[in-house]
């Protein structure tokens, strides 16, 4: 399928990025070659079969709900860019 | 005595425990090596010198009171991608170019443990997206063979330096080929496990159904000690094997007559460099010689790996990599104007172009209105794959074939040709789509550069593979081979 400005504007906007409108062509032509050989996949019959999402079909494992881990604010925040009274700071997000 | 970087990890371990030269001396002549050969090479982003060091003290004094762990005092590097506790962990991304990880991955943990030094953690392409290490924050990584060629990626940076011997082993992961083909470029042995049989904890997803951490080295024997050290069922990983004690070193030697190995005719395509089917053919036959019976077998579902993959992996690396918003940890801009110019300017100046290009890929394939048409055929398609394989291994017990279509390419090659660079994975990537264990092996050269073919084995049964490469590499010197570098040249 080809893939035009619109539609990296809109999957950039749902990927969280700023893209310069300079590079929209570059990405636009990038994502068509890319969805062109993904495209094969559409001569092949897949009805009926269940879509396999682990190579083992392993399902999730369960264990006893109990604390395995102490907390570690002060570590974790020591590598934030900007933090305060324990908090993660941000730009004002509400007026 | 041999110089001791020329020394497999065997006879390092021997010469430590005989006292022949201690971890520190190790240690201190590896790093001179890094020191002296690596600025050409750029195959580590962090040296770790001052812990390095007192690591290998540490060693040498446990040692010395009778408490060797099976890799006490042995060199190595881990990829970039290992989280390591109080180390840089890069990811090879301007994202993380400054996060300090406050614990360490399981592998580390467990490698530690069990005595290795870290020298430092190796270059590889950003989030693990690539194939010629190409798209790493910090450069290019040089092919130690040849200066003008790609190292192979996403895991280029552990290949180069294990081949150039600037460590004994090193860690590497892979998501499609990102341990096996770097292998093959640099002509040395890399083997990625069953899916779940190395622990994912604390190692940097990129697309978490498919990564999957192995061990490179220049033999199949320095690969099992190693990987027999990282593998094991792990709790903090939900997708870790239940299994204990995984042993990948005692069947080494064994017999390996009546093993049949599948050849697939798919394999040998008209994509194929001649001189690398010549090689694997030739091998193929050294197999025969050594006892195996060779079978031809088919996968029909060979050439829908690539399409698969990627929808697969960008799919999961879209929904990994939101994690990155400049919020708590990593890239942050300058000076945003509310919190969605945090997240996207943060985002587009953290992430190179590789990486936005997948996470877009990955958000359009599960997204409303074409989740069906490519994220569920997708998953669908990595079924037919995982039952093409084994069909095959009802009648074959491996199957042999090349890990690459040709030798490395050159630098910059590939770098405006997304699709052509993406079909340099078409042999193994539709291993990690179907979880099981595969490793490359050095075979052969054309024109001066490594040629490497690689053996996929059933679920779980990386002993056997390693016990072919390992029987293989006991009647071959392929392996054993180095690459002449310039500054050493000069130094001698």
Request: glycine share 8%.
């Amino acid at each position: 399928m080809k893939v035009d400005h619109e539609v990296i504007q809109t999957v950039a906007e749902l990927s969280q990025l700023k893209i310069d409108p300079a590079d929209l062509e570059n990405y636009a032509q990038g994502m068509t070659q890319v969805l062109d050989l993904a495209g094969r996949m559409q001569a092949i019959d897949t009805q009926g079969v269940a879509p396999m999402s682990n190579p083992l079909d392993a399902t999730q494992r369960l264990r006893p709900d109990v604390v395995t881990e102490t907390n570690q604010r002060e570590a974790f925040q020591a590598i934030a860019p900007e933090t305060e009274d324990g908090l993660y700071l941000v730009p004002r997000v509400v007026e | 005595m041999s110089e001791l970087h020329e020394l497999s990890l065997t006879e390092q371990l021997t010469g430590l425990a005989a006292g022949e030269f201690s971890a520190t001396e190790l240690t201190r002549h590896y790093l001179s090596r890094i020191e002296r050969l690596d600025p050409a090479l750029n195959s580590y982003i962090t040296v770790c010198q001052d812990t390095a060091l007192a690591a290998a003290a540490e060693q040498d004094a446990l040692r010395a009171v009778g408490h060797a762990g099976p890799l006490a005092g042995i060199p190595i590097a881990h990829k970039d991608i290992f989280c390591t506790q109080g180390i840089r962990t890069s990811a090879g991304s301007r994202m993380l170019d400054n996060f300090i990880p406050p614990y360490s991955a399981t592998v580390v943990e467990k490698l530690t443990a069990a005595g290795a030094v870290v020298l430092g953690k190796t270059n590889m392409d950003e989030f693990a997206m690539g194939s010629s290490n190409e798209n790493s924050f910090y450069g290019a990584v040089k092919n130690p063979w040849s200066p003008d060629c790609v190292p192979g990626g996403s895991s280029g940076g552990s290949a180069a330096t294990v081949a150039a011997r600037l460590c004994t082993v090193a860690t590497g992961t892979d998501t499609g080929g990102s341990i096996r083909q770097p292998a093959a470029f640099c002509g040395i042995t890399g083997i990625k496990p069953t899916y779940g049989r190395v622990s994912r904890w604390g190692i940097i997803a990129y697309a978490s159904s498919l990564d999957q951490a192995g061990a490179m080295g220049r033999s199949a024997e320095d690969a099992a000690h190693l990987l027999e050290a990282m593998a094991g069922f792990d709790e903090r990983d939900s997708t870790s094997v239940m299994d204990a004690g995984p042993d990948f070193t005692s069947l080494l030697t064994a017999d390996i007559s009546g093993k049949k190995i599948g050849i697939c005719r798919t394999y040998f395509n008209a994509g194929l460099n001649p001189a690398v089917e010549a090689a694997v053919m030739s091998a193929a036959k050294q197999l025969e010689a050594l006892g195996a019976t060779l079978v031809d077998v088919e996968l029909t579902m060979a050439d829908h790996a690539i399409p698969a993959y990627y929808i697969i992996a960008p799919a999961e690396a879209s929904a990994n990599l939101s994690r990155y918003d400049g919020v708590r940890f990593g890239h942050r801009c300058d000076n945003p104007a509310d919190i969605d110019d945090l997240y996207k300017r943060s985002r587009a100046e953290g992430f190179g172009k590789e990486v936005k290009s997948r996470i877009m890929v990955g958000s359009f394939a599960l997204s409303a209105g074409y989740y069906d048409a490519y994220y569920r055929k997708a998953q669908q398609i990595r079924r037919l794959i995982k039952e093409d394989f084994l069909q095959a291994f009802q009648q074959v017990d491996y199957i042999l074939g090349p890990t690459t279509p040709g030798p490395a390419f050159a630098i910059g090659e590939m770098v405006d040709d997304q699709v052509a660079m993406y079909l340099q994975d078409i042999y193994t990537i539709a291993v990690n789509l179907a979880g099981l264990p595969a490793i490359s092996i050095p075979a052969g050269f054309t024109g001066g550069l490594p040629i490497g073919m690689q053996l996929i084995g059933r679920h779980l049964d990386e002993a056997g593979l390693l016990n072919i490469a390992h029987r293989y590499q006991q009647v071959t010197d392929w392996h054993r081979q180095g690459p002449a570098l310039e500054q050493e040249a000069n130094h001698d």
